[in-house]
């Protein structure tokens, strides 16, 4: 069954960067697109950015242009997001997701991992 863990959440101080982790392991990794999500309690999942597997290209919301840089390592099954000059309304729950189309829409994608928290203090 395939899986997505994420890692490399944690508090961390406004002004410094984070990179986050998501490691897909089991069955077969054929997915067209990857993404990551953020969510604060009680909001719905919002796209950070996404990426198309094959060429490792990332889009971002216009939002969320600017400080996010999304990549992945094709040999590892390993996304990432870059997150710089945190600020504390970066404070939320983020998700990797794994699915068939780029998109910012959380219901397009099919597997989710559990989150890793980050906490930006000001």
């Known amino acids: 069954q395939e899986r997505l863990v994420e890692s490399g959440g944690g508090l961390v101080q406004a002004g410094n960067s984070l990179r986050l982790s998501c490691v897909a392991s089991?069955?077969?990794?054929?997915?067209?697109?990857m993404a990551w999500f953020r969510q604060a309690p009680g909001n719905e999942r919002i796209c950070v950015a996404s990426?198309?597997?094959?060429?490792?290209?990332?889009y971002y919301p216009t939002s969320m242009k600017g400080r996010f840089t999304i990549s992945r390592d094709n040999a590892k099954n390993t996304l990432y997001l870059e997150i710089h000059s945190l600020k504390a309304e970066d404070t939320d729950v983020y998700y990797c997701?794994?699915?068939?189309?780029?998109?910012?829409?959380?219901?397009?994608?099919?597997?989710w991992g559990q989150g890793t928290q980050v906490t930006v203090s000001a």
């Open positions: 089991g069955g077969s990794f054929s997915y067209y697109a």
């Open positions: 997701a794994a699915g068939q189309d780029v998109s910012f829409t959380a219901s397009n994608f099919d597997h």
């Open positions: 990426l198309r597997w094959h060429d490792g290209s990332g």
